[in-house]
C-alpha cells in the first residue's frame, strides 16, 4: 500500500479494492520570504473517497498575549456564516472545549500556529482529513489533529478538532488562512487524496 515517496507519485492505473486507505499526493505548496495570507488548493479531482491535508505553519504576526493563532479553513469561496466547529486543547496542565457556530470558516485548531515571541523557527504542525468530500448527499466534515511545541518558552499545545460545512455541494477548492496575520515564510501544506 503505497505511502508517499516514489510508488505514491506513480499513477492510480491498476490499484484495486485492496489499496483502500492508500495516499496520493495531489498539491503541495511552501511559503516564501514574501509570507501569504492565505494557501488555497484549486481544481480539486474528485477521483478521491477522502482529502488529507498535512502542514506545518508559523504565523508572520506577533501576539504577545498567547503566542498562537487558529487555523482557519473556508470551502469553494464560501464566506458566509456555513460552517461549525469543536475543539479540544491540552497543554500539559489543563484541558479546554470550544465549540463555535455559524462562522465563516472552520475553525478546528486553538492555538497550534505559532507566532513570533515563540522561539525563532517553531513551527506547528497538523494533519486534516476532510471526509467523502465529493458526496453531494451529506454536509462536509472535517478532522483535525494538531499540535505546538515551544520548548517551554511559551506554552505548547496539542489540539482535536472537527469541524462541518454546512453545505452538500462536492468540494473543488480549500483555502487555508491564520485568524489573523499572514503564514510565515517556510509554512508548507500538501493534499492528498485517499481512497
Not at 510508488?7 to 492505473?13: D, H, L
Request: aromatic share 10%.
Amino acid at each position: 500500500m503505497p505511502i508517499l515517496g516514489v510508488i505514491a507519485s506513480s499513477t492510480r492505473q491498476g490499484l484495486g479494492p485492496t489499496d483502500t486507505g492508500a495516499m496520493f499526493p495531489i498539491f503541495a505548496t511552501t511559503v516564501g520570504s514574501a509570507g501569504a495570507a492565505s494557501i488555497t488548493f484549486s481544481n480539486i479531482p474528485n477521483t478521491y473517497t477522502n482529502l488529507e491535508i498535512r502542514g506545518i505553519a508559523r504565523n508572520a504576526g506577533f501576539d504577545a498575549g498567547g503566542a498562537r493563532q487558529q487555523l482557519w479553513i473556508q470551502f469553494n469561496g464560501d464566506t458566509g456564516s456555513n460552517y461549525n466547529s469543536h475543539g479540544l486543547i491540552g497543554n500539559g496542565t489543563s484541558a479546554s472545549a470550544n465549540f463555535e457556530a455559524t462562522q465563516t470558516a472552520i475553525i478546528p485548531s486553538y492555538g497550534i500556529i505559532p507566532m513570533t515571541d515563540a522561539p525563532a523557527n517553531t513551527f506547528g504542525g497538523h494533519i486534516l482529513e476532510i471526509l467523502e468530500y465529493k458526496n453531494t448527499n451529506k454536509l462536509k466534515t472535517v478532522r483535525l489533529l494538531g499540535g505546538v511545541d515551544t520548548n517551554s518558552v511559551t506554552n505548547g499545545y496539542m489540539n482535536l478538532g472537527s469541524g462541518a460545512w454546512r453545505n452538500t455541494n462536492a468540494i473543488t477548492s480549500i483555502t487555508l488562512f491564520p485568524q489573523a496575520g499572514t503564514f510565515a515564510q517556510f509554512t508548507s501544506y500538501a493534499l492528498y487524496g485517499t481512497l
